[in-house]
């Protein structure tokens, strides 16, 4: 292990002052950890929004008048909802089988 360096206080796991390698790479795995659980809150939320838009399209308080005036929104919509999704299984996949 090296000196240590002056850093963030956050970092410091003991308060000793000084951040040594093992507390920047634990701080750095809990970030990792972090960003992962963003990106399935992410997916969750996409993927969510997407059974509850499309069940409240089947509901009657929207004229179909409506729905086909913006079916094209709808679609761009569902397209980008899905690509979250879509991306977060991708990329969990792919980094599971890189381990």
């Given at each position: 292990?090296g000196?240590?360096?002056r850093?963030?206080?956050?970092?410091?796991i003991?308060?000793?002052?000084v951040?040594t390698?093992s507390?920047?790479?634990a701080?750095?795995?809990?970030?990792?950890?972090?960003?992962?659980?963003?990106?399935?809150h992410?997916?969750w939320?996409?993927?969510?929004?997407m059974i509850?838009?499309t069940?409240?399209l089947?509901l009657?308080?929207?004229?179909?008048?409506?729905?086909?005036a913006l079916s094209?929104?709808?679609?761009l919509f569902?397209v980008g909802m899905?690509?979250?999704?879509?991306a977060?299984?991708?990329?969990?996949?792919?980094m599971?089988?890189?381990?």
């Amino acid at each position: 292990m090296g000196q240590g360096h002056r850093m963030s206080p956050s970092i410091d796991i003991n308060s000793d002052g000084v951040v040594t390698e093992s507390e920047i790479a634990a701080s750095q795995a809990e970030m990792a950890e972090d960003k992962a659980d963003a990106q399935r809150h992410m997916a969750w939320v996409a993927m969510i929004t997407m059974i509850v838009f499309t069940a409240a399209l089947f509901l009657p308080i929207f004229p179909d008048g409506r729905i086909k005036a913006l079916s094209d929104l709808f679609g761009l919509f569902y397209v980008g909802m899905a690509s979250v999704v879509g991306a977060y299984m991708g990329m969990t996949a792919w980094m599971a089988k890189k381990k």
